[in-house]
């Protein structure tokens, strides 16, 4: 059996989508993404967020992402 999926309908989106979705703050979406609550993928200098993660992350109850002053991508790697 084959999955049809619609091509108006993103896989992924980057962070600031993602905030928007989910009615948050970019840097609360790199908090969750930097204490490995959310996956992400890079692709080039762009990280996007599979739509998928995002459905799942909001199926149960999350507590706050420890905040950090450093911005996400930076000092990793």
Sequence with gaps: MTQHIDETEKLAVGIQHAAQMLDVSVRTIENYLRAKVLPARK????????????KAFL????TSPLRTSQPFGEGEG
């Design 43 to 54: 692709i080039g200098r762009r990280t996007v967020i599979p739509v998928q993660a995002l």
């Design 59 to 62: 199926s149960c109850d999350q």
